[in-house]
């Protein structure tokens, strides 16, 4: 017969070993992308495939520099860099008055909330015939208005939830101490909402950075950002796997950093600020 | 209101306060939501294509070509058929998943951390990353096949009719079953563990304490996470277009692929004003519904 401390044990060790093969299962894809990465051309296309590079090798990144292709990385980095803090200040401002004046109750805040849940290619339809209309069409002008637009629902969304979260009194004594509205916003409300603005700020960014359907259809050349460049070189025939992973490398690699510093708001993130 | 607006002397901008800080943010999402939105509505009653440029108005015959556009049913009942596969195959897998990391295990922190990865990779890179994964010749998972059947395979996971589906449903259940995983790991560990003690002295059994005390406390959660995958799976794209490009022939074509081809490939612009329409509306009507159900705010 078992003791109950060894029963534990034996559980622990099932659980441990259940846990590690859904992990091993769930990076499976990530490794390979990374280690075809590394690959040479002539491992990448070699019959049986290989499990592991040669040795690591950086040409195909070099390649994704060389050819001027490194621009549509600037280019995702501008475009979400820029529409993230345009949609955070113009967001954050918002959120505050819908969440201590009540302004436009509930049915305001719904319906800015359902303005993200649409189907984009239903919105950027007419979006894209304004802009052939107006001459948007692969501008910076274009592009950022729109990824703004597309970040504003979600940016109000959760710092209104994260201005919610914060006292009231801490306003009100500033008030009464003769600060005036603007300077509670900044000195009081913004500080207080930090760990908020923080976090959704780094969400908006990851968002507009893995963004495909937008700048597939409102770009061309100029403007063309990573996930449009690394969409277009997917065909059923040809394709340039080592560019292909490198650059899918390049889009992902940023992404490690912000799951390591969003752990505790990850949730609340996904979840449109539903689930903390 | 409260003592937050009620100053003695204010001036026009303290008095308008809380409209000025709305008004940027709503001038945009009115520019990019409700102009369009009007200008949509009037082109769908045109008969504008790549060839017809004149903007004469035709009345309700876009409208009428929808309903006998058989492409259009198909499109939409293909989005049908990704959601109600692939949204309770991530539910039940995340449900599990949280289960299995509920209690303490070691490294638990670090198997969380890892397993949330997928959710965060670019859709159209994530489909791209099962595109190799599926190719015929140089991808793993025909040799992993191989291996097991003792023989070489060539299946075109993306090509041949029977596979694609399953191709595109592992690609989405991969990337979003972490994230069903993620928020009902936060809504187990919520569930009042008094209840459960109590459950398990009046000798309850496991599917009993289940669906009596944990589903209804994590239901709430779980709603969510359904309404919002729900709509995400609506507006699937990325993935099916880095697989399929919506092939073979029209098979996995989704509606969003479907209004792209239309509008974008084919330049039917006013039929597909008249689709766009009907997606708005229809979505917009799911939308506020599902949101006076589920409390997504407080």
């Known amino acids: 017969m078992m003791t109950v401390r060894q029963r534990h044990a034996l559980r622990t060790a099932v659980r441990l070993a259940a846990a590690a093969a859904i992990t091993v299962l769930f990076l499976f894809p990530i490794y390979w992308l990374f280690m075809i990465s590394f690959k040479t051309p002539e491992e990448i296309y070699s019959f049986p495939p290989k499990w592991y590079p040669g040795r690591i090798h950086f040409d195909n990144y070099a390649v994704l520099f060389k050819d001027g292709d490194a621009i549509t990385v600037w280019n995702s980095f501008v475009v979400a860099g820029m529409s993230t803090v345009i949609a955070m200040f113009l967001g954050t401002i918002c959120a505050y008055s819908l969440a201590r004046y009540r302004t436009g109750g509930e049915h305001l805040a719904n319906w800015i909330i359902s303005q993200r849940m649409i189907p984009p290619i239903a919105v950027v339809f007419p979006i894209f015939l304004l802009y052939v209309y107006l001459g948007w069409v692969d501008t910076f002008t274009g592009v950022i208005l729109l990824y703004t637009a597309f970040n504003l629902p979600y940016v109000i969304w959760m710092m209104r939830g994260y201005i919610l979260d914060i006292p009231r009194a801490l306003e009100e004594s500033a008030l009464v101490d003769g600060c005036t509205r603007w300077q509670v916003l900044w000195k009081v409300v913004f500080p207080m909402a930090r760990a908020g603005l923080f976090a959704t700020a780094i969400f908006t960014f990851v968002f507009a950075w893995n963004e495909f359907l937008f700048a597939f259809l409102l770009t061309k050349e100029k403007w063309v950002t990573l996930p449009v460049r690394l969409g277009s070189t997917i065909t059923p025939f040809q394709t340039d796997w080592g560019f292909l992973t490198a650059g899918a490398i390049v889009s992902f690699a940023p992404l490690l950093v912000v799951v390591f510093l969003l752990q505790r708001e990850m949730v609340r993130g996904v979840s449109l600020g539903a689930v903390r | ?298």
């Open chain 2, 1 to 298: 209101m409260t003592s937050l607006s009620a100053t003695s002397r204010a001036s026009f901008g303290e008095r308008n306060f809380k409209y000025l800080l709305i008004g940027p943010a709503i001038f945009v999402l009115l520019l990019i939501g409700i102009f369009p939105l009007v200008y949509l509505l009037l082109v769908s009653f045109q008969g504008i294509t790549m060839t017809e440029t004149s903007a004469d108005f035709i009345g309700f015959a876009n409208y009428a070509q929808l309903f006998e556009d058989t492409r259009l049913w198909e499109a939409l009942l293909h989005t049908v058929i990704f959601t109600v596969i692939a949204l309770p195959l991530e539910l039940l897998l995340g449900l599990a998943m949280a289960q299995l990391f509920l209690e303490k295990l070691p490294g638990r922190q670090i198997f969380v951390a890892l397993l949330v990865l997928p959710v965060v990779v670019s859709p159209i890179v994530s489909g791209a990353t099962w595109s190799l994964m599926f190719n015929h010749r140089f991808g793993p998972i025909n040799q992993i096949i191989g291996w097991i059947w003792r023989e070489e395979v060539t299946l075109l996971w993306t090509i041949s009719p029977h596979l694609v589906y399953p191709a595109i449903l592992a690609a989405e259940v991969w990337q979003w079953t972490p994230f069903m995983f993620l928020l009902l790991l936060a809504a187990l560990a919520n569930v009042d563990k008094s209840q459960l003690e109590a459950a398990a002295i009046d000798g309850a059994g496991w599917w009993r304490t289940f669906f009596k005390i944990v589903l209804p406390a994590i239901w709430p959660v779980m709603a969510i996470a359904i309404l919002i995958r729900g709509l995400d799976l609506f507006r699937l794209f990325d993935i099916v277009w880095a697989l399929t490009k919506g092939g073979p022939g029209t098979m996995t074509e989704t509606i969003s692929i479907f209004t792209y081809i239309k509008g974008f490939q084919q330049f039917e612009t006013s039929y597909t004003a008249a689709v766009a329409f009907l997606v708005i509306i229809l979505l917009s009507v799911v939308v506020m519904l599902a949101l006076k159900k589920v409390e997504l705010s407080r």
